[in-house]
């Protein structure tokens, strides 16, 4: 990921390294060259345009220090306009409830990588000291509770589920079920449907109403390009959702959704998933993602 994006700004920024003061006319030049690597690698097109200002009128806006070259202050200013476009800083999980257990909803599409994603999260915060409980509220396919067990199996973290077609049910027999084995947080698989459809975002907002979540997370494949960003959008306007997962982060994707999705939704990235197995899961850090761009 991001490969041609991190080549196409360094050679923005090697056309600057020869340059001995920023102007207008290599700003510019060297604004219509990011601008076209930002899009290039997906980003939403209002972010584009509003972080190739920023940036403009940052660099014109300094004073070039003696010790440091145009093209290194535009690096540093690419550096933190990425970083603060992302986010700035990591949002931790809160997991502050007031009454155990701390409740987690996860969200998101059919095949976004939400299932496996919470078998990541009960690891960590397994690891961590937490005692979790995975709750099933996937209840319309069997697949998918038969794929919470093996996957609950495999962190070693205790499984909940009905057999009925209740997600309702499902979730606060989960959250008894916690509160009687003194699990102190309880993550719940909703359940996705390959597209956005007003009986699973119901069901969504029906689970918010009545479970109250410390945290929802809403998760989304990075892979599916400005799709993402739209996807996003609807989701958190009916859930009002407190942080984003992004998934498939090792896949070829160009990014975009990365370096969009913060701005848009105006919601934390709080942790991205690499790979299938269980441990690909990472803290999602704003500035260790601007530096790896920049390579
Ligand atoms: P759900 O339908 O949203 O619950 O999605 P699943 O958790 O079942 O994931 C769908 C597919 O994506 C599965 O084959 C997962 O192994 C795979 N997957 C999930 N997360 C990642 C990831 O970060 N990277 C890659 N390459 N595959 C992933």
Known sequence: ???????????????LAGQA???????????????RALLGADVNYKVTKKFVEDVRQKALGEEVVKSVSPAQMIV?????????????????????????????????????????????????????????LLVAADVYRPAAIEQL?????????????????DALKAALGGIDEARQKANDVVIVDTAGRLQVDEAMMAEAETLKQRLS??????????????EAVNTANVFNERLDFDG????KLDGDARGGAA???????????????????????????????AQRILG
């Open 76 to 132: 540093k200013i690419v550096n933190d306009e990425l970083t603060e476009l992302m986010g700035g800083e990591n949002k931790p999980l809160n997991l502050n409830a007031t009454k155990l257990p701390a409740v987690i909803m996860v969200a998101g599409l059919q095949g976004s990588g939400k299932t496996t994603f919470c078998a990541k999260l009960a690891k960590r915060l397994k690891k961590n000291g937490k005692n979790p």
């Open 21 to 35: 003061t920023i102007n207008e006319v290599n700003i510019g030049i060297a604004m219509r060259d990011i601008k």
């Open 244 to 247: 984003v997962v992004l998934t």
């Open 259 to 289: 370096l969009s999705i913060k701005q848009v939704v105006d919601k934390p990235i709080k942790f991205m998933s690499v790979g299938e197995k269980v441990d690909d899961l990472d803290v999602f850090y704003p500035d260790r993602m």
């Open 149 to 165: 067990r093996t996957l609950g199996g495999q962190v070693e973290v205790p499984v909940f589920s009905i057999e009925e077609q």
């Open 1 to 15: 990921m991001f490969d041609n994006l991190s080549d196409r700004l360094e050679a923005t920024f090697k056309k």
């Open 213 to 226: 979540p410390d945290e929802i997370l809403f998760v989304v494949d990075a892979m599916i390009g400005q």
